[in-house]
């Protein structure tokens, strides 16, 4: 019998999705040192930008739900719509919410150059949601490295 601890660390279909997601952040560091030519660590603990976390996250759970359960199993049907809603929210809500922010950020710097004393608000963060291909090659990644780990022996 199988103590709750050992569920945990048995679960392949957790550590295949926190996987993905850790391997999508280590890439989005490794491109911006690549194309950017500069070392950002802490990039690999923000949101956005070149792969979604989220979509190779949960891509590689629905992909290893869909290899072990079945296309047609509703974990399968459940995991497949969370996986879209994340992904639809990513590139929509989230991803206006960035640009409204920078559109905001603009404004607050021309009206400091009026306004001059005791106008100093806080800027906004502007890489919160992803452009489709951030999603795609996310959502690649996560159905990479789910068939990766459930078609290993």
Do not use: C
């Not at 996986?83 to 920078?102: E, F, K, N, P």
């Not at 559109?103 to 009206?111: A, F, G, I, M, R």
């Not at 800027?123 to 996560?142: A, D, N, Q, S």
Request: hydrophobic share 55%; charged share 15%.
């Amino acid at each position: 019998m199988n103590t709750p601890l050992a569920d945990l660390l048995g679960n392949r279909w957790l550590w295949t999705a926190l996987l993905a997601s850790t391997t999508a952040q280590v890439v989005k560091v490794l491109l911006i040192l690549l194309i950017e030519r500069r070392w950002r660590p802490e990039a690999f603990m923000e949101t956005g930008g070149m792969p979604s976390s989220h979509s190779a996250m949960v891509t590689a759970l629905a992909t290893g739900v869909a290899i072990t359960q079945g296309l047609g199993s509703p974990l399968f049907a459940a995991a497949a719509v969370f996986a879209l809603i994340v992904m639809y929210d990513a590139t929509g809500v989230r991803h206006s919410s960035g640009q409204q922010a920078r559109l905001l950020n603009d404004l607050v710097e021309e009206l400091r150059a009026v306004v001059r004393e005791g106008f100093a608000p806080l800027p906004l963060r502007v890489l919160l949601g992803h452009t489709y291909l951030e999603v795609l090659v996310g959502t690649l990644l996560g159905i990479g490295t789910a068939f990766v780990i459930f078609r290993l022996p």
